[in-house]
């Protein structure tokens, strides 16, 4: 018997079984670098004419000017801005007026992309791929919801935060975002806005429960 042939071919055998586990790992490896690269990259943010908006946002945009829409698409979609408008009493359209007015007042660079009424009313008035003048540096890569409240207290309705959790909740769906991204004005500025949820922790942490909530 030729022991020589015979433990040469097995020597063949095992380079080859070393080639195919060393091609596995480095694809593996090129797979691993791919993903990580993917995910570290800024995620396109879906144009509004691509979006399925769900039928409780009423879409009533304001015009393209300086003073509240700019008309400059986001960088990215990477949190969500809550605010309380500061001004006890006003409806969710006396509010989107006032952002369209702006553009002929000019007294001030303000709006947000929703309106949330007293009776739960939610009103889109920048287009969600826009951005608003509400969160200071956060404009560029985050949607602003401004909620209406009854009383200087800054408390919203219960049909005002029903809307709320309904419409952050689609939103961080959408756009995949965590409990970390939703964030108050407060958090960006020290500014006390949302004021009962900067005023009153506990309610703000519950209003995130509910949007996480199963
Ligand atoms: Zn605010």
Redesign the pocket.
Known sequence: MDYRKHKGSAHIKRRRGRGFKTLFFLLLFIFAIVCFVLSILPKPVPSMEDMDLPDFIDVDLISVNEFSRPGDKLTAVNGVVI??VGNPGTTAENNRSYFQNLAVTGEAFASSNFIIGIDGRVIMCVPIDEVAY??NGRNEDTLSI?CCHPDETGKFTAETEESLIKLTKWLCDTYGLKRDDVIR?YDITG?I??KYYVENPDSWESFLDSVFAE
């Open positions: 605010h309380y509400c969160s401004e004005h500014k806005c949302p």
